[in-house]
T-cell receptor, first 114, second 113 residues
């Protein structure tokens, strides 16, 4: 069964450093998303991406965050200068049709900012 | 921002009995609702959904009920099995913001053998 793949599974970084979280969405999907879950809290929407541009973003997704689909298969989330409060599980998701469609989530990257 | 609320953080049920997980929402624009199941160290997995034009959707042991007037939905699992033990998230989306899901805080279900 096709799945969304995320690497690395764990990432530890120092505050102020840049991190790139990587995702390989399901191959025939066209809509891509990043969500995150801070420990003990709800899963929060960060950004959606379609046709090589951001379609929607939350207030969490400020100028420190960026997304890219560099090569037609990978989908990356970059945090330019990490803060302690960026520590969370980051989930990539993809969808075939976008609107009201079920999302398929990856297993997440646990980011720890020290 | 508590547009989707799951007021019960945990629920414990005997194997074979019914599990009922509840979810309330405040945004009248929500028109599609989903339940996701999440095991530790895994991403959420889609379970079942319902459109606002329906009041019930059933898939095997799982049934979701939607009460639009009360802005309430519930997930029924019957019979419950130990493998159902997981965190269950209610999520909603709106036509005018259809690219994102708003999640509740989750309910941890424990099915006791």
């Amino acid at each position: 069964e096709p799945e969304v793949t995320q690497t690395p599974s764990h990432q530890v970084t120092q505050m102020g450093q840049e991190v790139i979280l990587r995702c390989v969405p399901i191959s025939n999907h066209l809509y891509f998303y990043w969500y995150r879950q801070i420990l003990g809290q709800k899963v929060e929407f960060l950004v959606s991406f379609y046709n090589n541009e951001i379609s929607e973003k939350s207030e969490i997704f400020d100028d420190q965050f960026s997304v890219e689909r560099p090569d037609g298969s990978n989908f990356t989330l970059k945090i330019r200068s990490t803060k302690l409060e960026d520590s969370a599980m980051y989930f990539c998701a993809s969808s075939r049709d976008g609107i009201n469609e079920k999302l398929f989530f990856g297993s997440g990257t646990q980011l720890s900012v020290l | 921002d508590q547009q989707v609320k799951q007021n019960s953080p945990s629920l414990s049920v005997q194997e074979g009995r019914i599990s009922i997980l509840n979810c309330d929402y405040t945004n009248s624009m929500f028109d599609y609702f989903l339940w996701y199941k999440k095991y530790p160290a895994e991403g959420p997995t889609f379970l079942i959904s319902i459109s606002s034009i329906k009041d019930k959707n059933e898939d095997g042991r799982f049934t979701v009920f939607l009460n639009k007037s009360a802005k309430h939905l519930s997930l029924h699992i019957v019979p419950s099995q130990p493998g159902d033990s997981a965190v269950y998230f209610c999520a909603a989306s709106a036509m005018d913001s259809s690219y994102k899901l708003i999640f509740g805080s989750g309910t941890r279900l424990l099915v006791r053998p």
